[in-house]
C-alpha cells in the first residue's frame, strides 16, 4: 500500500494526466519530495521558499485534514492516507 496523491487538474501536466499519483514518506515534506522524483516539477508548485513552505494559495489535506493545522510540512503521513492538492483559483 502507498500514500497517494489526488491531484488537480490545473497540475496534472506535471503528471502525464494522472488525477493520482503514489509516492511514500513519513511527513508530508518527504511525500512530496518523492513524487517530485517521479513527476519533476510537482513540488515546486506546492512548496516555496527557504526553509520550504507551503504556498500561500495552496491548500493540502491529508484525509480531510488542514496541514495547516496538523503541523505544516511536517505532519506525518502513512501508507493508506491521502492527500488532497487544491490550488486557489481566481478569476473576475
Same mark, same amino acid.
Given at each position: 500500500?502507498? /500514500?497517494?496523491?489526488?491531484? @488537480? #487538474?490545473?497540475?496534472? #501536466?506535471? #503528471?502525464?494526466? !494522472?488525477?493520482? &499519483?503514489?509516492?511514500?514518506? !513519513?511527513?508530508?515534506?518527504?511525500?512530496?519530495? %518523492? &513524487?517530485?522524483?517521479?513527476?519533476?516539477?510537482?513540488?515546486?508548485? /506546492?512548496?516555496?521558499?527557504? @526553509?520550504?513552505?507551503?504556498?500561500?494559495?495552496? %491548500?493540502?489535506y491529508v484525509n480531510d485534514e488542514d496541514?495547516?493545522?496538523?503541523?505544516?510540512?511536517? #505532519?506525518?503521513?502513512k501508507d493508506g492516507d491521502v492527500v488532497?492538492?487544491? @490550488?486557489?483559483?481566481?478569476?473576475?
Amino acid at each position: 500500500m502507498a /500514500i497517494e496523491l489526488r491531484v @488537480p #487538474t490545473i497540475l496534472r #501536466t506535471f #503528471t502525464g494526466g !494522472e488525477k493520482l &499519483v503514489t509516492g511514500a514518506g !513519513e511527513t508530508l515534506a518527504a511525500f512530496i519530495d %518523492n &513524487v517530485d522524483g517521479s513527476h519533476p516539477g510537482l513540488k515546486e508548485r /506546492i512548496v516555496e521558499g527557504e @526553509p520550504e513552505e507551503l504556498r500561500r494559495f495552496v %491548500n493540502v489535506y491529508v484525509n480531510d485534514e488542514d496541514v495547516r493545522f496538523t503541523g505544516g510540512l511536517q #505532519t506525518g503521513v502513512k501508507d493508506g492516507d491521502v492527500v488532497v492538492v487544491l @490550488p486557489a483559483v481566481a478569476g473576475g
